[in-house]
DNA sequence: CGGCGGCATTGATGCAAATCAATGCCGCAT
DNA sequence: ATGCGGCATTGATTTGCATCAATGCCGCCG
């Protein structure tokens, strides 16, 4: 675990929002969150609240937010940058079992332990909030629970279709729907493009679709041959989605 | 969706539980639900009234409970039996996400739709609460939100490992971590004993590790043949748990 | 009793993806 | 510049599991 000091720098660059309006927003340009979906359920006095408990901290490639069998003593919110969520058999293999973009929370299933080590891609900037300030913050907003409790739903629901992907899928259906997945998720937090970006190393893809780096650069470039989709520096730009959704659909 | 006559009848047989001094047990024998860990944030007169707001229901094999797309209007609690919740393709690929046995609930992530259909494998009991009427039960009580929560996070949790399994294990390991995963819960729920009940067929059991029907056949062979297990009729005796316990370890 | 249908087992063969093995590409430090 | 280390690509080969194909077992019903 290396959640040691905290910075209490805001965040960057700031993003419109309307939080107080209702609408999914990419966060306050004076908070240091980044709320997205959960805004909705914040009235903008709870926001500062929420805000005043945090701490800001940015942290380098490869730096462990915290590791699978640790006592889950703190709540994070990516600001920004990538982090992998993932699970290792004792013998080294590995299974992401998500990517957490900016807008995301860790920890928030309140387990004593994370059960899954979170671990930056690149440069990453997240809000950090001692699990017992955040618990004191979400019990006297049953709204706010209820909330979370749907997120944590929805996170399921999430989990089953990538059981669905990794148990019953081929490796060019894992590669097309992970392409289309990863660009609507960039498209929710103000992204949206044909040219989806793809900080992770190609293990970290394979890791996540169970497949070696070897099929995941394979599949890709054939793909890539067959002009379904173009292979840029960090990224791989959607040529013909339509067939990527006929081959990816769920 | 089949959950249409209220049926209004107690669960089949009784056993021993004290739900109001706060250990896990196994129900109540007045009631018609039957909760596990649930069970110690429950008073007994909040049980009561979870009870009234619940229809007892039996079903035989291969009734479906919900379909996938289908909106979560109830809730069910499994009272006896085995249910299995799975995602399917258009092509026909299945993956079963999860068995759910006595004492589970279904429904409960609260999503607008339940994203998994429920099939009951043999015959079943459940009981069923309207989704309004279970919030309606639900919204006043905090710690009970709050363990409702933890119960997400926990399945999510077991999500998690099953991504693992399915990415990164081999058909043994897979099958030796299923045997020792079902011996648990059954313990769980009282049934402790060297023979797994297995109550599923093979399809069932293929469709939840990610593998063929002959693939698990085999593999149970095999592991017969090194004495590893015997296969009886309806489950399995595990004969050297250390060893599945080598090869299945997470 | 016999035949039928559904499931499980077993064997032969095929194939998608893993493994093994270079090679290439780049950023970076010397 | 040059060499080095980390990643990605590409090719050759192997292999674990899938697929195809019988065969067996058993409960059920006429």
Redesign the interface.
């Given at each position: 675990m290396s959640i040691a000091e905290p910075l209490q720098e805001p965040c960057a660059e700031a993003t419109q929002h309307d939080c107080k309006h209702g609408r999914a927003a990419n966060g306050c340009e004076d908070c240091k969150v980044r709320l997205f979906s959960v805004c909705a359920a914040l009235e903008s006095s709870e926001l500062e609240e929420l805000d005043r408990i945090s701490q800001a901290r940015k942290v380098q490639a490869r730096t462990m937010l915290f590791e699978q069998s640790a006592l889950a003593g703190s709540v994070f919110n990516v600001t920004e940058g990538v982090v992998r969520l993932y699970?290792s058999?004792?013998d080294g293999?590995?299974?992401i079992?998500g990517f957490a973009l900016p807008g995301d929370f860790l920890g928030?299933?309140?387990?004593d332990r994370y059960?899954?080590t979170a671990e930056a891609v690149g440069r990453v900037s997240v809000c950090r909030f001692a699990r017992s300030a955040f618990l004191a913050y979400v019990?006297g907003k049953?709204h706010l629970?209820?909330r979370?409790?749907?997120f944590?739903?929805?996170?399921?629901?999430l989990?089953?279709?990538?059981?669905?992907l990794?148990?019953?899928?081929t490796a060019e259906e894992k590669i097309a729907a992970f392409l289309l997945n990863m660009q609507a998720r960039y498209a929710r937090i103000g992204a949206v493009s044909v040219t989806v970006p793809l900080p992770m190393s190609r293990q970290d893809i394979a890791?996540y679709?169970?497949l070696t780096i070897e099929t995941v650069s394979r599949t890709l470039t054939r793909l890539a041959r067959e002009k379904a989709v173009l292979i840029v520096p960090d990224g791989v730009r959607l040529l013909d989605q339509e067939r990527l959704k006929r081959i990816g659909?769920?």
């Open positions: 699970k058999l004792p293999r590995r299974q079992v928030l299933a309140l387990q059960g899954v019990d049953p629970l209820r979370l409790h749907e944590a739903g929805h996170e399921l629901s989990a089953q279709d990538q059981m669905l990794l148990g019953r899928r890791d679709l169970g659909a769920g």
